[in-house]
């Protein structure tokens, strides 16, 4: 039990030490554009949002969820757009490529699955920010990086030194993430993940449902067991798809605590879970 409890407990450490260095890099983003860019250059990133779905999926594409926690940052403070937010959220996969190569799929296959990620996540942002109402959510007119600090009481007083700011805020998040990533890894391990994989492949019906609500567990469990079951031929493309395409990592997390409109939040997670039904239940009609 002692060795279980250590496992749990490094593994909750690592998965917060990688997202450290996403985290300092992008409060201090946020803490230089807030002090020392001048609002002509604020309002030019922000138009510059149309293209953000674009390298937004192409980032998601790297493994592990730093950009998704990044991303989650960006939005809560207006810098970039929901279809943007959105386009990193469902293309990012945490550990799902590493698991692929290591599980010999092949690069014709990896390929495949990393293009219809990144169709699926560039048409899902721009159809975002182009058509949904703004009573569904409400895009940032201004970005609020000023508020966002307030409201995060982290000290950013201190205008010539930037450095301890994003540190402050980067310390905050990083012990929010700690406590919360030894819960889920604690699920996981005490019969989480014998659950979850009866429920995937004893209901093949609703499999595109079940593992899309896997996905949204803030982890990088999800992603391993989705994966690896569907290279044991254990579930379909489209049932990995379902859950790998809501899986956006601690990104939500992150999203959930940094955002102020906390209704907003649970939209954005009503949403990316649908996204993920649904295109995990088209991926099935076309491949």
């Known amino acids: 039990m002692l060795k279980i409890g250590m496992d749990i407990l490094i593994e909750s450490l690592y998965e917060t030490l990688v997202l450290f260095p996403y985290l300092y890099l992008t409060y201090l983003a946020l803490e230089f554009l807030e002090h020392k860019t001048s609002d002509r250059t604020l309002a030019y990133i922000r138009k510059s949002g149309h293209y953000g779905p674009i390298a ?11 950009f998704s926690v990044a991303a989650a940052n960006l939005y809560a403070t207006g810098i970039i757009t929901l279809g943007t937010l959105m386009a990193i959220f469902l293309s990012t996969s945490d550990e799902m490529l590493p698991i692929l190569i290591s599980g010999g799929a092949g690069t014709a296959l990896i390929t495949q699955i990393l293009c219809i990620k990144v169709v699926y996540a560039v048409t899902s942002g721009i159809l975002l920010d182009t058509f949904l109402p703004q009573k569904f959510i409400r895009h940032k007119r201004e970005p609020e990086i000023e508020e966002f600090c307030q409201r995060e009481n982290c000290k950013c007083a201190h205008r010539d030194n930037l450095w301890r700011s994003a540190y402050k805020h980067t310390e905050k998040i990083s012990i929010f993430i700690f406590i919360f990533s030894l819960i889920i890894n604690a699920a996981f391990v005490f019969g989480g993940r014998e659950t979850i994989h009866e429920l995937l492949t004893g209901m093949p019906l609703l499999s595109k449902f079940i593992a899309a609500g896997v996905g949204l567990i803030p982890s990088c469990y999800p992603s391993v067991l989705l994966t690896q079951l569907y290279l044991d031929d254990a579930i379909t493309l489209g049932t990995m798809l379902a859950g790998t395409l809501s899986n956006a990592g601690l990104g939500y997390l992150v ?13 954005i997670l009503a949403l990316l879970y649908g996204l993920g039904v649904g295109f995990g239940i088209l991926s099935e009609l076309l491949f």
Not at 257 to 265: D, P
């Open 255 to 267: 999203l959930y605590r940094v955002n102020r409109n906390k209704q907003e939040s649970k939209r």
């Open 56 to 66: 937004g999926a192409l980032l998601g594409l790297i493994p592990q969820c730093g």
